[in-house]
Nanobody
Framework: QVQLVESGGGLVQAGGSLRLSCAASGRTFSRYAMGWFRQAPGKEREFVTTISASGGSTNYADSVKGRFTISRDNAQNTVYLQMNNLKPEDTAVYYC?????????????????WGQGTQVTVSS
């Protein structure tokens, strides 16, 4: 229903910062909760952060709390992930996802639309 395209991934040294963007299609973007999930080699896809449709509520995995910030600009149909103080264990493919409800949950199965992912590599 909604097409998602991630961008902003790349290679960064430990301690550095990176900002990911997710551009969504459609005029109903403001009705969807959005989220970021990641998958490292040999591991299952895991929850990183989600945000409610209005942007008033957010959820973060313990591993990224205090370092990552999710935000959205509903006028631009875009959600962002600001990643600071990156660590090698943050290396993964990061996926943007949309949920057909305004409330932000943390289960990947709750999100029905997914982007293709963008690679984030953090060197030590």
């Amino acid at each position: 229903q909604v097409q998602l395209v991630e961008s902003g991934g790349g290679l960064v040294q430990a301690g550095g910062s990176l900002r990911l963007s997710c551009a969504a299609s459609g005029r109903t973007f403001s009705r969807y909760a959005m989220g970021w999930f990641r998958q490292a080699p040999g591991k299952e896809r895991e929850f990183v952060t989600t945000i409610s449709a209005s942007g008033g509520s957010t959820n973060y995995a313990d591993s990224v709390k205090g370092r990552f910030t999710i935000s959205r600009d509903n006028a631009q149909n875009t959600v962002y992930l600001q990643m600071n103080n990156l660590k090698p264990e943050d290396t993964a493919v990061y996926y943007c996802a949309a949920r057909n409800f305004p409330r932000a949950t943390i289960a990947a199965a709750d999100f029905g639309s997914w982007g293709q992912g963008t690679q984030v590599t953090v060197s030590s």
